[in-house]
């Protein structure tokens, strides 16, 4: 149970790698100190913030934001270290608020890795302060405690850091503000706030999460959707725009919340259980620009515990950042569509001005300022535009295999993995205004949601017809392309594919599964086969929830096969009784918190004989289409996004390659 603290009170730490979560009403800065029994901090050495993010066991994000993530592990911190303080302040020299009195209160949260929440406190009753001590990690007779302090200064960040006794406090707390004022230059501009109408306001909206990414230092207007796409905390992806959110879970870090910490010296990353490598230390900080010129971009920029945790909050800080600009380019349009019109009916409702030179010169000039508004916006637009395909064109070529599109390089050089990642790849997204930068969809893993192939008659987004045939077939080879890159991203022996297809209609799609062993077992045809598969999965999946329920999960029967399931399904409803149809929604309601997961190639108009009784089934799904559609919406701004599913180049043999590879492993780990 999370203990809710108020100013003063105290709460033990029952661990020592931790996150320090901060949700703010407008972008702040976050830092934090390492000071000994008196609170003493000894050099500027033993101060972690933007412009030096990284301390022994502490962590801090780079720029200032809306939100933060500090990550902590208290065993790594130094032995003279006794009191971690962390600050927060508000940027000087921007737009935004002078006073945390201006803002909402920020609210602060130690977190364990798995998301489950320890202490949370609210800094209420600020009001000139322009810096604050929010809470402070301090040892006591060998154990840590967390104390929410609350102790603000109307001075800043110089008065709190003499008030620790800090030398140069004043130099050290003007650097901090050159940092953070370097990275608010490279943001781009937060989106319109939407009013109850639906118009956009004026008022820019600050983000839900972005992590180690400038704000825009506008206050925020207007309450923050609670999931959105690109945070960690909340949902898994985008959002289907014809249907509910996906939910997702907070992804526990490698080795799980119990799992000991090392003793002193670096943080171990590697898995407890398994025999692998740490991950690779943190990527450089950027080179330095040019005079004028935005910062270089650099892979893994962003805030983590590992290169691949850097590099999964960048890609999504990406997605954050294009969906703000474009927001905010098409505010910019509506104004001046808005002020044109306006104009033009000034003009026009004067009988004096309505015809003659007057009326076409005052005409010509609504014209002239809405197409130089637009203009100016477009510029704004192409400028951030092209600050993220540079980024782009670093960070794609630095994924790793499960975040890396069919093409790149690193599949060359797969290996089965003996971890599971935090996410998977299902495609691409952009925005027509942007044309020219996809950004990688990435879904956390395990799958919260199973996923629906939509193989019903569609109009892709370039407009080009497809009939119903051809996207059955491109359905099918879709989906074999999701269930190869599950089965290439997860160690072996831990994820397991199952194949129905009753009429034997999706034969050539399925060869590359078929021919390389990666199946459990052959396609289930005809009725007998598919109840066969359904059936075996259900009962997989009373069993597990009887073992969680009766607090025995290793009291599972002999033999049962623990790994993750996916089983697809092409061709519904064709093949399937009521009986069938019934054991479907079963696994897809209750199948994915017990690992069984639906992949279904389908055309909803197919089942619609059965009325409102598969509504559920569909919208528990994540729908995804074999051909480019602009049917995906965040929850943030509300864009529609327009989805690309992965594609195997053309005469490539790397999908059949990497499942070879993985066929291999399942063999030599089933000896």
Same mark, same amino acid.
């Given at each position: 149970?999370t ?8 709460h033990?730490?029952?661990?020592a ?5 901060v949700s &703010?009403?407008t972008?702040v =800065? &976050? ?6 029994e008196?609170?003493?901090v ?6 972690? *913030? ?5 301390l022994?066991?502490l962590?801090v ?8 993530r500090?990550?902590a ?5 130094p $032995? ?10 508000l ?6 608020p002078?006073?945390f009195? @201006? ?12 998301g489950?929440e320890v202490?949370?406190y ?6 000139s ?8 990690? #301090? ?5 840590w ?5 609350g ?13 620790q006794?800090?030398?140069e406090?004043?130099r ?5 503000h ?18 109850a109408?639906?118009?956009r306001?004026?008022?820019?909206a600050a983000?839900?999460?972005?992590? $180690?990414?400038?704000?825009a230092?506008? &206050?925020a ?6 999931a959105?796409?690109y945070?960690?905390? /909340? ?19 490698p080795?799980g919340p119990?799992?000991p910490?090392?003793?002193?010296g670096?943080?171990?990353?590697? *898995?407890?259980?398994r ?9 450089p900080?950027?080179?330095p620009a ?6 270089r971009?650099v892979a ?16 999504w ?12 380019y098409?505010?910019?349009v509506d104004f !001046? ?20 030179g007057?009326? $076409? ?12 508004l637009?203009?100016?916006?477009r510029?704004a ?11 782009a064109?670093v =960070?794609?070529p630095?994924?790793p295999?499960? #975040?890396?599109?069919w093409?790149?390089?690193v599949?060359? /050089?797969y290996? +089965? ?11 691409d997204l952009?925005?027509?205004e942007a044309?020219r930068?996809?950004i ?5 893993l ?20 497809t ?6 077939g491109?359905?099918l ?5 999701? !269930?190869?890159?599950l089965?290439?991203v #997860? ?5 397991t594919?199952h ?6 209609a ?11 062993g990666v199946l459990s ?7 007998a086969?598919?109840?066969?598969v ?9 069993l ?5 329920r /009766?607090? @025995?999960?290793? &009291? ?8 993750q399931q ?12 009521d ?11 209750e ?8 992949m279904? =190639?389908?055309?909803?108009e197919?089942?619609?004989?059965y009325?409102?009784?598969?509504d559920p ?7 995804l289409?074999p051909?480019p559609?602009?049917h995906?919406?965040?929850?943030w ?13 053309? /005469?490539?043999? +790397? ?17």
């Amino acid at each position: 149970m999370t203990a809710e603290l108020t100013r003063g009170q105290n709460h033990p730490l029952p661990r020592a790698r931790l996150e320090i979560r901060v949700s &703010a009403g407008t972008p702040v =800065v &976050a830092a934090a100190t390492l000071g000994d029994e008196n609170g003493t901090v000894h050099g500027v050495e033993r101060v972690a *913030h933007p412009g030096a993010p990284v301390l022994p066991g502490l962590e801090v994000s780079r720029q200032a934001a809306a939100a933060h993530r500090l990550a902590a592990d208290l065993d790594a911190v130094p $032995d003279a270290v006794h009191r971690v303080s962390v600050l927060l302040a508000l940027p000087v020299g921007g737009r935004g608020p002078a006073r945390f009195g @201006a803002v909402a209160a920020p609210f602060v949260a130690v977190t364990g890795l798995d998301g489950e929440e320890v202490a949370s406190y609210t800094l209420t009753g600020l009001e000139s302060e322009s810096a604050v001590v929010a809470l402070e990690l #301090y040892r006591r007779h060998g154990a840590w405690k967390v104390r929410a302090v609350g102790q603000g200064y109307a001075g800043g960040l110089a008065e709190l850091f003499t008030d620790q006794k800090l030398p140069e406090a004043d130099r050290l707390a003007g650097s901090i503000h050159e940092a953070v004022a370097r990275g608010l230059a490279r943001s781009v501009p937060a989106p319109p706030a939407r009013t109850a109408e639906g118009d956009r306001s004026p008022q820019a909206a600050a983000p839900a999460h972005r992590p $180690d990414r400038g704000a825009a230092p506008q &206050a925020a207007a207007g309450p923050v959707p609670a999931a959105s796409p690109y945070d960690t905390e /909340g949902a898994s992806g985008p959002q289907p725009a014809d249907g509910p959110g996906q939910h997702g879970a907070p992804h526990p870090y490698p080795g799980g919340p119990d799992d000991p910490a090392p003793a002193g010296g670096p943080v171990d990353y590697s *898995h407890p259980r398994r025999q692998s490598a740490a991950p690779p230390p943190p990527a450089p900080s950027a080179p330095p620009a040019e005079p004028g010129q935005p910062a270089r971009p650099v892979a893994g920029d962003a805030t983590g515990w590992s290169m691949e945790e850097r590099l999964y909050n960048q890609v999504w800080g990406m997605f954050e950042d294009l969906a703000r600009t474009t927001a905010a380019y098409r505010s910019a349009v509506d104004f !001046a569509d808005s002020r044109r019109e306006k104009e033009l009916d000034q003009a026009l409702s004067d009988p004096r001005t309505r015809i003659g030179g007057q009326g $076409d010169a005052a005409r010509e000039a609504a014209r002239t300022r809405y197409g130089r508004l637009v203009s100016q916006a477009r510029e704004a637009l192409d400028r951030d535009v092209a600050q993220l395909v540079a980024e782009a064109e670093v =960070v794609e070529p630095a994924l790793p295999a499960a #975040y890396a599109r069919w093409d790149n390089p690193v599949w060359h /050089g797969y290996r +089965v993995p003996m971890e599971i990642p935090m996410a998977v790849r299902l495609g691409d997204l952009h925005l027509p205004e942007a044309d020219r930068i996809r950004i990688p969809m990435l879904v956390r893993l395990p799958l919260e949601r199973g996923l629906w192939i939509d193989s019903g008659r569609s109009a892709s987004a370039d407009g080009a017809v497809t009939d119903s045939h051809e996207m059955r077939g491109l359905g099918l080879r879709t989906a074999v392309a999701h !269930a190869a890159r599950l089965l290439a991203v #997860y160690p072996a022996g831990e994820f397991t594919v199952h194949v129905i297809d009753p009429a034997g209609a999706g034969t050539e799609a399925l060869a590359p599964l078929v021919q390389t062993g990666v199946l459990s077992a052959p396609p289930a045809l005809g009725a007998a086969g598919t109840a066969d598969v359904l059936g075996r999965l259900t009962e997989r999946v009373d069993l597990v929830q009887m073992a969680l329920r /009766g607090g @025995a999960p290793d &009291a599972l029967p002999p033999g049962l096969d623990t790994s993750q399931q996916l089983l697809i399904v092409n061709d519904f409803p064709h093949g399937f009784d009521d009986r069938a149809v019934n054991q479907l929604r079963y696994l897809a309601d209750e199948g994915p918190a017990v690992g069984v997961h639906l992949m279904m =190639v389908a055309d909803r108009e197919d089942s619609a004989g059965y009325g409102p009784l598969l509504d559920p089934l569909w919208r528990s799904l994540l729908r995804l289409t074999p051909v480019p559609e602009d049917h995906l919406a965040d929850p943030w701004v509300g864009h529609a996004w327009t989805y690309e599913p992965p594609v195997v180049p053309s /005469g490539s043999q +790397v999908l059949q390659q990497v499942l070879a590879q993985v066929a291999a492993a399942r063999r030599s780990w089933g000896r």
